[in-house]
């Protein structure tokens, strides 16, 4: 079987990779059958940077990961890739920070990972890059004479070409992406974005199958919606705990209900709007006091970029006066966790939880919420309500679909959520269950490896040009080796 080798921003420990679950457990599966490559960044900050990259072998596996330096992580990680990538494609330009060395940065970020890779390819090798952090990649590699089948998969949302165009950079960005073979979105929104783009940006054509022809060759263009390991999560979800149990049965006793959110702490992922509709729910219905509270986990990430820590300090303020004018000596109504909590644990409070609030302002696809409907008793579930915003949404029509921007919508729909009768509440479960199924992390991998297997190979130097020197995602956190690599 061909080699794969993996790209992404961090690289995921394998050793550690079945404790965290999804997406890290799926592409080490998929790397410990093939035998591979992961490569990327060990999260660490050196002034001098090594000439090859640190090896390490687990297995048929070769792990291959070098440090940045300071002004690589302030330029690259900190800079182009979470100042001016991640809220632009957000559609949220008021959080863009842009700084014309930060493209600089990016690419030379670039160029010393596809230094440092190459040496380690072989002809046959699928390679798979991961992210906005690695668009450039591709036409790195190339550049260095790479011949291998390259694919892309972008797990956050492509943005509308008006939206796109604001970036200074935004036609050398696209251009770039076209020296992949396969180009993967999360969504058939997504790829329609990138579709206007190349249209009306005039860069490629369209075939009728659907593909872009490109300089000669031509590139698969598709929506692979990301998935979970829907029975181990399930699993995980039935063996509670046993504070989760207790904290639960005590519950159940006062015949209280829960409403759960899990998000990392990111301005994408609608929190202080969440915050306030449950204020308004309350608001609204006083009945509901001493019946109902909220837990929300939102543990930090990405504290080096400035908007986080605005965004840390409303939310405890939100926190703060929810509680200051709704507690009282024995209940709590917000209970607001600014750090991470175990992958068992969050599975059986999943479990635990009546409403799962899942309503980011815009999210490629939203893993939590396949998360909470995979952890519900069938029996029994609890209500997902989900924003029309989260590529998720594309696909799971049955959850309580929400605006974000809508509080007091929001608030009735949570309101509705906590009073579905048990009947309702299966059926939609079911149909919820069964999508996730179908569209779970093998799936998603099998899919996108298929498409790359079958791709045409470029011809090997088609990039004669010399290097240029110009110019998976936030695993700072050990918690989070199970989301975008
Ligand atoms: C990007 C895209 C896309 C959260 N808190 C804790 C914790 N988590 C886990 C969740 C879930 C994951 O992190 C978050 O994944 P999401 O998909 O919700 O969001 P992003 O991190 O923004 O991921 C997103 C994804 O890539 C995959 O393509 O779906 O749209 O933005 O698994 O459970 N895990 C633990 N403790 C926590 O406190 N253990």
């Not at 608001?283 to 820590?309: C, G, K, M, N, W």
């Not at 939590?368 to 799971?396: I, N, R, T, W, Y």
């Amino acid at each position: 079987m061909t080699r794969l080798v993996i790209v992404s921003n961090r690289v995921a420990d394998l050793t550690k990779a079945t404790q965290s679950g999804g997406l890290a457990v799926g592409l080490a599966d998929a790397l410990r059958k093939r035998g591979g490559v992961w490569f990327g960044w060990n999260g660490e900050q050196h002034d001098t940077l090594p000439e090859s990259a640190h090896a390490k072998r687990v297995g048929n596996v070769q792990m291959l990961s070098a440090p940045l330096t300071p002004e690589d992580y302030a330029q690259y990680y900190v800079g182009f890739a979470n100042s001016v990538l991640w809220p632009l494609f957000h559609y949220r330009l008021d959080h863009v920070e842009y700084e014309p060395e930060f493209f600089d940065g990016y690419c030379r970020v670039n160029n010393y990972f596809a230094d440092l890779l190459v040496p380690h390819l072989e002809p046959d090798d699928l390679v798979w890059v991961h992210d906005y952090h690695l668009i450039p990649m591709a036409d790195c590699l190339r550049r260095r004479g790479c011949g291998q089948r390259l694919g892309f998969f972008l797990h956050i949302p492509f943005p509308p070409h008006d939206l796109l165009s604001a970036s200074p950079n935004h036609e050398r960005l696209v251009e770039m992406l076209l020296h992949y073979d396969v180009i993967g979105f999360q969504t058939a929104a997504d790829v329609s974005n990138f579709r206007h783009y190349v249209e009306d940006w005039n860069v490629a054509t369209i075939a009728d199958d659907g593909t872009l022809q490109f300089d000669g060759r031509s590139i698969v263009l598709k929506a692979y919606p990301i998935g979970i390991d829907v029975e181990t999560f399930r699993t995980m979800s039935a063996a509670a705990p046993e504070d989760v149990r207790i904290d639960t049965d005590r519950r159940e006793l006062l015949r209280r209900k829960q409403i759960i959110g899990v998000d990392r702490l990111d301005y994408s992922k609608g929190l202080p709007e969440r915050f306030r509709a449950f204020e308004r729910l309350l608001a609204h219905h006083p009945e509901l006091e001493r019946v109902v509270s909220f837990l929300q986990i939102a543990p930090s990430t990405r504290e080096d970029v400035d908007a986080y820590a605005d965004l840390r300090a409303e939310l405890e303020g939100l926190a703060g006066s929810i509680n200051g004018r709704h507690s009282d000596f024995n209940w709590t109504p917000l209970r607001y966790i600014n750090r991470p909590v175990s992958r068992e644990k969050l599975a059986a409070l999943f479990r635990a939880s009546h409403v799962g609030l899942v309503t980011p302002l815009r999210d490629g696809m939203n893993l939590v919420a396949k998360e909470f409907v995979a952890a519900q008793d069938a029996e029994d579930p609890g209500v997902l309500v989900l924003s029309q915003f989260a590529g998720a949404a594309e696909d799971l029509a049955e959850a309580l679909i929400i605006n974000p921007y809508d509080e007091d919508g929001m608030a009735d729909a949570i309101h509705a959520a906590l009073h579905m009768p048990r009947d309702e509440r299966r059926e939609r479960h079911a149909a919820l269950l069964k999508r996730i199924r179908e569209h779970d992390a093998a799936a998603w991998l099998a899919s996108f490896m298929a498409d790359l297997d079958s791709a045409g190979r470029c011809p090997p130097g088609r990039h004669p040009e010399t290097v240029s020197t110009a110019g998976f995602n936030d695993l700072t956190n050990p918690a989070f080796t199970e989301t975008s690599p």
